[in-house]
């Protein structure tokens, strides 16, 4: 049995199986429409979500399979004083797999070892958030036809941003890499990224407050939102929260083929205006969320159709 806690976790020739499956069935949708008759996915969500809950669900429905779940942990026995340990031991009993967003960091962890099915992190606290990385790389993968050789550009909140986070990791080891990081003092990447992933690969990377100054440089723009379910206090949140503002202005400092994606939710920090840009592919995005779940539901329940 395997779960998904990092996208360390697949190396990248199993990566690259999991994303040619992903094209698969995004080119034929039917022939996985009964895939996983009879199966069925918990989503377990102690914190809010949209995308990534939706998307498992309807990975799962596109599938064949069913789906139960909660999505707030007040409408759960943990508001009762259950323990993740307790309640993953009791779900193994009703589902084949299960996707888990906690706020607190490795609580999926404890939940894959007290897990008789498959568990996925579905985000925890400020650490992983794989799937959305398996996304990213798929949207990458996709729409430029590689993962190297690319100058990328992550801006907003690096501190807390667990999609910058996994995103790094997975990213330092295709060829040619190289990052610029986009961000106010205060929200700058954590030291044991910068050093222990980073350094430690001899990944190029620099370090810049200014968006405007490095737009021409970028293949691919990562834009992130500041988080305020992560600050401590509201006034550092509110002096922090429309740091950068991505606009038509500034997009026409960027090349012809920059690609701006953006894990979404968004509030501010990208206007309305570049929606319509054709470089702006952050609904895209969304979309191969679901083929990246689909592929990786098969994958962890060891389905094959093909
Ligand atoms: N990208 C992402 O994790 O979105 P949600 O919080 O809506 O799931």
Known sequence: MRHLMSPLDFNTEELEQLFQLANRIEANPEAYSHACDGKKLATCFYEPSTR???????AMLNLGGSVLGFADQANSSAAKGESVADTIRVISCYADICAMRHPKEGAP????????????????????????????LLTIRSLKGTLGGLVIGLCGDLKFGRTVHSLINALVRYPDISFILISPEELRLPDYIREDVLKANHVPYKEVVRLEDVMSELDLLYMTRVQKERFFNEEDYVRM?????????????????MLVLHPLPRVNEIAVEVDSDPRAVYFKQAQ??????????LTLLNISVD
């Open 241 to 257: 929260k429309d740091f950068y503002i991505l606009d038509k202005k500034k997009m026409t400092l960027a090349g012809p083929d």
């Open 109 to 136: 962890m404890v939940a894959s070892m007290n897990s008789q099915i498959p568990v996925i992190n579905a985000g925890d606290g400020g650490h992983q958030h794989p799937t959305q990385t398996l996304t990213d």
């Open 288 to 297: 191969y969320g679901v083929y990246a779940r689909m592929a990786l539901i």
């Open 52 to 58: 990534t809950r939706l998307s498992f669900e309807a």
